[in-house]
Antibody
Framework: EVQLVESGGGLVQPGGSLRLSCAASGFTFSSYSMNWVRQAPGKGLEWVSY????????YYADSVKGRFTISRDNAKNSLYLQMNSLRDEDTAVYYC?????????WGQGTLVTVSS | AIRITQSPSSLSASTGDRVTITCRAS??????LAWYQQKPGKAPKLLIY???TLQSGVPSRFSGSGSGTDFTLTISCLQSEDFATYYC?????????FGPGTKVDIK
């Protein structure tokens, strides 16, 4: 059974940093590209970032480019999102999701709250 | 970025009703469109990809159609477990973008 478990969310002040993790199991993680997708409270879904299976290709949404860094460790079956210079508008539930384009498996999400 | 619009933004329906949700892209995206269902407090669930291909395990009362800029999600006979918010998403080009969602609630 495919499982994705996010962690690392919490309350952070504007301008602060946070690192999210996504632990994967039940599939060959190293063969799958991965994504981060977020959802602000009461709002819709926003794709944030993509990383290919070998980390050779990475994309970011304009809203996070230059502030967020996606990475993965295939030996640890883990996906990461380093978030720096956080803003109020980054407050959201962050989901990791498998594959490129078609997000067929999702984690349960981790809440990031940016507030002073 | 490709903009995605959905209509209606919400609708009220009864169990057994046929429900149709429309999604429109700001430019042609061929058939690179997916539909998701999301219930409160839960992660989205993939229903349909490639505009009309049903994801494994999804009931056949869900169907999708369209190509280019105009797409439709149809629920042929609404069940109680179908009350949720539905999102379409284009994956024709980065940044991948979602529609604003359609909330389906009980009449």
């Amino acid at each position: 059974e495919v499982q994705l478990v996010e962690s690392g969310g919490g309350l952070v002040q504007p301008g602060g940093s946070l690192r999210l993790s996504c632990a994967a199991s039940g599939f060959t993680f190293s063969s799958y590209s991965m994504n981060w997708v977020r959802q602000a409270p009461g709002k819709g879904l926003e794709w944030v970032s993509y990383i290919s299976s070998s980390s050779s290709t990475i994309y970011y949404a304009d809203s996070v480019k230059g502030r967020f860094t996606i990475s993965r460790d295939n030996a640890k079956n883990s996906l990461y999102l380093q978030m720096n210079s956080l803003r109020d508008e980054d407050t959201a539930v962050y989901y990791c999701a498998t594959r490129e384009g078609i997000f067929d498996y999702w984690g349960q999400g981790t809440l990031v709250t940016v507030s002073s | 970025a490709i903009r995605i619009t959905q209509s209606p933004s919400s609708l009220s329906a009864s169990t057994g009703d046929r429900v149709t949700i429309t999604c429109r892209a700001s430019q042609g995206i061929s058939s690179y469109l997916a539909w998701y269902q999301q219930k409160p407090g839960k992660a989205p669930k993939l229903l349909i990809y490639a505009a009309s291909t049903l994801q494994s395990g999804v009931p056949s009362r869900f169907s999708g159609s369209g190509s280019g800029t105009d797409f439709t999600l149809t629920i042929s006979c609404l069940q109680s477990e179908d009350f949720a918010t539905y999102y379409c998403q284009q994956y024709y080009s980065y940044p991948f973008t979602f529609g604003p969602g359609t909330k389906v609630d009980i009449k």
